[in-house]
């Protein structure tokens, strides 16, 4: 009995380092032996937008909740072929905003009175010939559309370009590097570390257009540039 006990409490002493190894988080630690540089660095670059993003839709008001819904589908449905006999792919719409309020007049010391009911049918749409982006808004107002905000432009596939941007952070950190190892009278040995931090941010939302401003001839939307940013944090050993 003594020997079996002696076994088990072997066996047991044998098994705990491995467990508790397995609960223990393996850290990394790098050791520099020189000088420790910390550098950060931005890489830049600048792409014309090739997407465009809209909201447009129909505002209605009616007596009756039903009366301003069903108002708000039919026009949209007006909204929804005009954009679709501008070659937009239902793809590129999507509804983002359906909503029913009612409208009350407050006087003093009296209940509030109910005067009808506003309606809100939204739809986001994409537009990727931005050159002609304005010629479809105004074929929306036309059609019903007394609600259009935006354009929000960006860049449909930005991964080639920030990676353009991030060859040229490394380049600037290094270029930075080697400027303070000079002037140190020292070396870079070698790159301890790179980090990423950042990217470009989505466009702000320019202002609202309404009905009024949009039946004006000829609507353009001017895509500009864009600069798409990466930030790097880089650590250096010099010697």
């Known amino acids: 009995m003594r020997n079996g006990f002696l076994a088990a409490l072997a066996l047991g002493t044998a098994v705990l380092p491995s467990a508790a190894l397995a609960q223990q988080t393996p850290t990394v630690t790098q050791t520099i032996a020189g000088t420790r540089l910390d550098i950060s660095a931005t890489g830049e670059v600048t792409r ?6 809209i909201s447009a839709g129909v505002v209605t008001r009616s007596t009756t909740a039903t009366g301003a819904i069903q108002q708000a589908a039919t026009r949209m449905a007006r909204v929804r072929e005009a954009l679709r006999q501008a070659g937009i792919a239902d793809r590129d719409i999507q509804t983002s905003n359906i909503s029913l309020n009612p409208e009350y007049t407050y006087v003093n010391n009296q209940p509030p009175k109910l005067n009808g009911y506003t309606a809100s049918n939204q739809v986001s749409v994409r537009f990727r010939d931005i050159a002609n982006a304005g010629v479809v808004l ?9 609600s259009i905000n935006g354009p929000n432009l960006t860049i449909e596939k930005p991964d080639a370009a920030l990676d353009e941007a991030r060859a040229r952070g490394i ?3 290094r270029a930075r590097a080697e400027l303070y190892a000079r002037s140190l009278g020292m070396r870079i040995v070698r790159v301890v570390s790179v980090s990423e931090s950042g990217g470009y941010p989505p466009p702000p939302p320019m202002p609202v257009m309404m ?8 609507t353009k939307i001017d895509p ?5 940013q990466v930030n790097l944090a880089m650590t250096f050993e010099l010697q």
Do not use: M, S
């Not at 009905?211 to 000829?218: K, N, Y």
């Not at 500009?224 to 798409?228: D, F």
């Open 48 to 53: 014309v937008p090739d997407l465009a993003i």
């Open 224 to 228: 500009g540039e864009q600069r798409l």
């Open 138 to 146: 105004d074929a929306l107002v036309k059609e019903g559309a007394n």
């Open 211 to 218: 009905a009024e401003r949009a039946q004006a001839a000829d």
């Open 171 to 173: 380049a600037a950190g």
